[in-house]
């Protein structure tokens, strides 16, 4: 008995003197490099996403969701040959979607419709088939024909970003000329505030308002990384607090407040180089936090509004897709 216990102690001891030397300093060097769930730099391997609802609805762009009246709008562009504008509604509760409402208005393939709420009424920007700008009005009364449209003498290869900010609708593009461009309107009618930025941006830009009018872009280095800044509607020639983060893409990003303090943003994107979809939060610093890379993948950006996400499937049909996630 006496040489059992004399034995238990020396393998306690040796099991604290292991944990010392050997096995803490490792836990210590995991947690210091986040790989023991600390870091808000490395990616989660494990997405926090409930089940994907699957639409019939086929895509050629990068899908668009807002919240209007309650309900929930995904709006894209379809794989006809006109390619015109879609929308339809999803509920979350159901998890199922409305029959798709085709609208008249056409566009190109690649370039999906941006949609906001600007004084109650659910705004459509998109480039048309000649390049032009549009933004429009979707009225449930008269679901397929847009109203009170604006083709702005703005011409681009890409499409359009809308947001509403400070009572007044923002519209952000590509100039064909490759510059960044921000011009608003306090009506949805009249556009006469246009700065062109000497900034040169790969494709689409995109707008979200928050506290601020938050822009962001990939730029036209080799790497492509995706760039944030601020607009300020008291000096709109010069953008405030631009930030080129060590994440990559070569297509446009979708951006969603964060709900805490700014400049804290939700982001979704996926690289050049792999199709899954990307989730994590920007804090104004060099670095994306607490990336999420879901199993998704998809031909375009997806689209974020949170807590939902929405993306056109790399499936052969093209469908669109939505899941909550939680980043």
């Not at 100039?175 to 921000?182: A, E, F, K, P, V």
């Amino acid at each position: 008995m006496l040489s059992n216990r004399t034995e238990m102690r020396r393998t306690a001891k040796w099991g604290a003197w292991l944990l010392r030397r050997g096995a803490m300093p490792l836990l210590l060097a995991l947690l210091a490099l986040g790989f023991v769930g600390m870091s808000t730099g490395m990616a989660s391997s494990a997405a926090p996403q409930r089940p994907v609802t699957v639409s019939t609805q086929r895509a050629d762009s990068a899908p668009a969701l807002i919240a209007y009246n309650g309900t929930i709008y995904v709006g894209w562009t379809g794989r006809n040959t006109a390619h015109n504008l879609n929308l339809m509604t999803y509920n979350p509760t159901s998890k199922t979607f409305g029959p798709a409402i085709v609208l008249t208005d056409t566009t190109l393939v690649g370039s999906g419709p941006s949609l906001a709420i600007f004084n109650g009424n659910l705004c459509v920007a998109w480039m048309g088939t000649n390049h032009h700008l549009n933004v429009a009005f979707f009225k449930p009364g008269d679901p397929t024909h847009l109203a009170n449209k604006v083709t702005l003498s703005e011409t681009s290869y890409n499409a359009p970003s809308i947001a509403v900010f400070g009572n007044r609708l923002y519209l952000s593009w590509r100039g064909t000329d490759g510059h960044l461009n921000i011009i608003s309107s306090a009506d949805a009618s009249t556009f006469n505030t246009k700065v062109t930025y000497s900034t040169t941006v790969r494709t689409s830009p995109t707008v979200v308002a928050k506290n601020y009018l938050f822009v962001a872009w990939e730029d036209t280095s080799v790497d492509s990384h995706i760039v944030f800044a601020q607009y300020n509607p008291s000096n709109p020639a010069v953008l405030n607090a631009v930030v080129a983060v060590a994440s990559t893409s070569q297509l446009p990003v979708s951006l969603f407040p964060a709900g805490v303090p700014n400049p804290y943003l939700r982001v979704a994107w996926r690289t050049a180089t792999d199709a899954h979809i990307r989730l994590a939060i920007f804090e104004g610093g060099q670095y994306l936090h607490n990336p999420v890379y879901t199993a998704e993948t998809t031909p375009y950006g997806p689209a974020l509004y949170a807590p939902y996400v929405a993306w056109t499937g790399t499936d052969s049909a093209q469908s669109i897709n939505i899941m909550q996630v939680n980043i």
